[in-house]
């Protein structure tokens, strides 16, 4: 066993660099100099506040999991918490501070086309597992063959299972399927990079959306309709935040937070407690029985609750900031997950992940031309399948704060699809493996 213990493992002190980073994005990309204008021209702050933690992690000064041996030969193994509490207590928070002001008319106006790019996401991750493995099949039957409990395709399974859905679904596909669980690091790894790889080109085409706009054709109408709305909302209850407007909002954010979780042990423990299907780690309804699932429902439902008392007001002191800093701080703590050397440690399967996200991202783009839907409702269509609700609220939040919730409310529907999406990918990529 290898020591991959990095050089700080205190969360403390990672949370501290985390920040570091994104005062230095934050400082630099508002700079007058003409050097770090020209700079952000091109490469967008939101990329360098995920990517910057990912260098970190990669050159060893921290990592998400660890293990560590001791000169007695004691190992202990670690793992970073940072992530767990940004994507369980402040991605809640932003999601109910950046729905106080919501327009869910104006949401509703945006037409069937954000729920159309979110499906063509499903369908192309489920065809494209398939076609990879054959495509892949060809040239190397060994990266995609094994037998039993070996046999590749089941561990692609969980792979289907987390891109479609989330992690709930992933792990279901693992227990379904029955693949070895000491090959199943490597699948994790496909994972990573690859969605990663594609959550970075994501975030560089937000500072190109308008050119990808105009090829697409695109009309974004609707959408500058709810990011108008809502910023003329916010400017005409704007004032200056006292500090018991600071302590209010966040008492709000972190009231519902609290809720959210209790209601989600709440839910997920009756369900499975009550109903078998829920219960059983087998089943294509296990998902419904994950705490994240109900957590991020119930924060969604109380925030638009909100948005219809006086509580809405508060968005003139502020509000959708104080969840953006949150959700920026999600970013980097998601960005912390990728180390770029992990590409090198499988890259048999690290083609088929590609292979994978092409056909999904190639698909995206064809029915995004056929319908002419913006560059906005083909990223946050995407991450709804590939992040879940940790990513693509990101992604919508960084076209605008008002759209943070559009990209939630695709990413719950995930989960609902995701374990059925699944099964019926891995039952093609099988047949794709025996051909």
């Given at each position: ?163 479609i859905g989330g992690g709930a679904n992933q792990a279901a596909m693992l227990e379904i399927y029955g693949y070895n669980t000491e090959n199943y690091a490597g699948m994790v790894i496909v994972d990573i990079v690859v969605a990663n790889i594609w959550m970075a080109i994501l975030i560089l085409g937000i500072g190109k959306s308008e050119k990808i706009d105009k090829w697409l054709k695109a009309d974004t109408s609707a959408i500058e309709v709810l990011k108008e709305k809502v910023s003329n909302y916010a400017a005409g209850i704007s004032r200056n935040p006292s500090l018991a407007d600071y302590m209010v909002i966040l008492g709000i954010a972190f009231t519902v937070v609290g809720i959210s979780h209790f209601g989600a042990s709440g839910i997920s423990s009756f ?165």
């Amino acid at each position: 066993m290898e020591d991959t213990s990095p050089l700080f493992t205190d969360d403390t002190i990672v949370f501290g660099l985390l920040m570091l980073m994104l005062g230095f994005v934050f400082y630099t990309s508002t700079s007058v100099k003409p050097y770090w204008q020209k700079f952000y021209k091109y490469i967008p702050a939101l990329l360098m506040a995920y990517m910057l933690p990912g260098v970190l992690t990669t050159l060893g000064i921290i990592a998400p999991e660890w293990t560590r041996i001791t000169e007695s030969g004691e190992v202990i193994e670690g793992s970073s918490q940072v992530y767990y509490i940004s994507s369980r207590y402040l991605l809640p928070a932003a999601l109910v501070l950046m729905t106080l002001s919501i327009d869910l008319k104006a949401i509703y106006n945006l037409g069937p086309k954000a729920l159309i790019m979110f499906l063509t996401g499903t369908v192309g991750i489920i065809i494209g597992g398939p076609i990879a493995v054959l495509l892949v099949s060809i040239v190397s039957p060994e990266t995609v063959g094994g037998a039993g409990p070996d046999a590749v395709w089941r561990g692609l399974s969980t792979l289907a299972g987390s891109w479609i859905g989330g992690g709930a679904n992933q792990a279901a596909m693992l227990e379904i399927y029955g693949y070895n669980t000491e090959n199943y690091a490597g699948m994790v790894i496909v994972d990573i990079v690859v969605a990663n790889i594609w959550m970075a080109i994501l975030i560089l085409g937000i500072g190109k959306s308008e050119k990808i706009d105009k090829w697409l054709k695109a009309d974004t109408s609707a959408i500058e309709v709810l990011k108008e709305k809502v910023s003329n909302y916010a400017a005409g209850i704007s004032r200056n935040p006292s500090l018991a407007d600071y302590m209010v909002i966040l008492g709000i954010a972190f009231t519902v937070v609290g809720i959210s979780h209790f209601g989600a042990s709440g839910i997920s423990s009756f369900l499975k407690s009550n109903f078998d299907t829920v219960s059983d780690t087998t089943s294509a309804m296990s998902s419904f029985g994950s705490q994240f699932f109900w957590m991020i429902s119930i924060a969604t439902v109380l925030g638009i609750a909100l948005s219809f008392t006086r509580f809405k007001q508060y968005e003139g002191a502020g509000a959708s900031k104080l969840g953006s800093v949150f959700i920026w701080i999600l970013v980097a703590s998601i960005g912390m997950k990728m180390d770029i050397t992990k590409i090198a440690d499988n890259p048999g399967l690290i083609i088929v992940g590609l292979i994978w996200m092409i056909i999904h991202v190639a698909l995206m783009f064809l029915i995004a031309k056929i319908i002419r839907a913006p560059y906005f409702f083909l990223a946050v269509g995407s991450k709804a399948n590939i992040g879940g609700a940790a990513s693509a609220p990101v992604v919508a939040a960084a076209f605008h704060p008002s759209l943070a919730t559009v990209g939630v409310l695709l990413a719950v529907f995930g989960y609902v699809v995701g374990t059925y999406g699944a099964m019926f990918c891995a039952e093609l990529m099988k047949i794709a493996a025996a051909s």
